[in-house]
């Protein structure tokens, strides 16, 4: 039996802009990953209507095969306990904007996400206080627009602390709520 190869973000970059997707590839792996976290259900593999995102074209065969590929790819990146998972962002060709950008919408992305799954119910009382705080302090890097000098190696260094903060914090809340009871998935592990 052999793998599915590995899902990149341009495969999932093409996808979005034929279908005509009103959500960045950040976004749409934030809430993959949000949702994921939060418990979410999968009906029949139905990625993009699990997250709530209406495609202007209908995906092909192929483009639903490898939506699913996604999901369960990032459930794997989740649950790995070498915990390498990371959010899909621009490489650092890209400017600091643009990555910022890009970081701001994986995170509103990850929020509406766990919303969806379920996981904002369940987190109320079930969440430490420090992912509760992590909670609030996704929410304001989500409606934050950043403002950098040009060519500001100090700016470099804080959008990479924020977007390991981001990164971490997924996966300590992914962490909890999995510890918590979740509703059945076909997701398969």
Known sequence: MTANPIVEPDDIFDLVNRVKLS???????????????????????????????????????????????????????????????????????????????ALSDWTRGFLGGLGLGGGANRAKDGLTDEAKELLSDMATIAVTEFEFAEDSEEDEDALIEIIEFVRVGALLLHAELSNQERPASDTLH
């Open 23 to 101: 959500a960045s590839v950040s976004e749409l792996h934030g809430s993959l990953a949000g949702f994921i976290s939060g418990g979410g259900r999968f009906q029949g593999g139905a990625v993009l209507e699990a997250l709530h995102f209406e495609p202007g074209e209908a995906p092909t065969p192929d483009e639903l095969r490898i939506l699913v590929r996604l999901r369960d790819q990032t459930d794997r990146e989740l649950a790995d306990s070498d915990l390498g998972f990371q959010p899909w962002l621009p490489d650092d060709d890209s400017t600091l904007a643009e990555r910022a950008e």
